[in-house]
């Protein structure tokens, strides 16, 4: 962070009163209190739940890590779970746990808790952005800013796999080799689709949000950023689906190809082999057997069978 907007984060509060490895950041300057708590134990959390009054089922969904995101109602508290991307995930993900991490939120109209388990620059960026601003009057707008954030952290997988199509595209269409192509269109397409599905699950919290804050303009910036990455990502996963049907059609084709280049080869050699199979049987009378110009004429007339055969097959355009 630059140091003129640290500066504004003087009064920020590190308490570890209670917890012995967690991290518990007080952000001041707003009408509400928010606490940010990172890495917390399990015994931590359930402090936490002691602390703050915190339904027990909702604690339960912070200690599982492979949570999918979710919007749940409970008397004192509206409890939410959004998933980020995970910039150090593995290369090649083929589950949600591989590809992001988790965020949990409680709040209600007085209180907002953000629990991570590792360390992320979200929940500061937002706090650097908003705390002190008239306009942020409820933790619902907060809440609304971080999931907008957590949304934009998949424009880097997206824009690495649309790079990633780019390339193979063209290495499709100027047949430049590239290797184990189906393999890595693969392994894009399931990155991308596991993009779309959370983009699904996450629509669902979306709209599942207290309809009372749906005209606030924080809800409608937050929405307004959803559907343009939901649609990036449907326009990017069907990309990667036509590039894919593209690279089967095109191998198909030139599987064709060779088949037809060899079924006229055969074709060509078909009467040939007819001939020497007539002249290969060991009959006592054939009478050509006896021609002084038999064998020439046999070698003559399997040429001409050989070149009619040919150009009939290249006015066809088979060859």
């Known amino acids: 962070l630059h140091s003129s907007k640290l500066r504004r984060f003087d009064a920020i509060q590190r308490n570890k009163s209670y917890m012995s490895h ?7 300057n707003l009408p509400f209190e928010w606490i940010d708590v990172g890495t917390p134990s399990e015994e931590e959390l359930r402090e936490l739940a002691v602390r703050f009054n915190l339904p027990q089922p909702a604690v339960l969904d912070c200690l599982q890590s492979d949570h999918l995101p979710k919007f749940e109602v409970f008397e004192e508290y509206t ?20 590809l992001t991490r988790k965020l949990a939120i409680f709040f209600n109209e007085k209180f907002l808790l953000t629990i991570h388990r590792s360390h992320t620059q979200i929940i500061h960026k937002v706090a650097e952005k908003y705390c002190g601003d008239p306009l942020v009057k409820r933790p619902f707008d907060i809440v609304c800013k971080i999931n907008k954030n957590v ?45 779309k599905r959370l983009n699904l699950i996450n629509k669902t919290v979306i709209e599942a949000l ?15 950023y959803f559907v343009g990455l939901d649609s990036l990502t449907d326009e990017i996963y069907d990309s990667i689906n036509s590039l894919l049907n593209l690279y089967l059609a095109i191998s198909s084709q030139k599987t064709n190809d060779v088949m037809r280049i060899l079924t006229a080869f ?17 009959f006592e009378f054939m009478p050509e057997l006896k021609f002084t110009w038999g064998y020439p004429a046999v070698l003559l007339g399997m040429l001409g069978i050989t070149l ?7 006015r066809k355009g088979w060859m």
């Open 79 to 98: 409890f939410v779970i959004f998933r980020m991307f995970d910039e150090h995930s593995v290369h090649h993900p083929t589950s949600f746990q591989q």
């Open 266 to 282: 055969s074709a060509i050699f078909l009467p040939l082999t007819f001939v020497v199979g007539i002249y290969g049987m060991n």
């Open 151 to 195: 949304m934009e952290t998949f424009q880097i997988p997206l824009k690495q796999i649309d790079k990633q199509v780019d390339v193979y595209e063209q290495s499709i269409f100027l047949k430049k080799k590239v290797p184990d192509l189906l393999q890595n269109l693969y392994r894009i397409k399931r990155k991308a689709y596991l993009i």
């Open 210 to 224: 207290p309809h009372n804050h749906k005209k606030s303009t924080y809800y409608s910036d937050m929405y307004d």
């Open 22 to 28: 967690s991290t518990q950041i007080h952000y001041p």
């Open 308 to 314: 009619v055969i040919f150009q009939w097959f290249r």
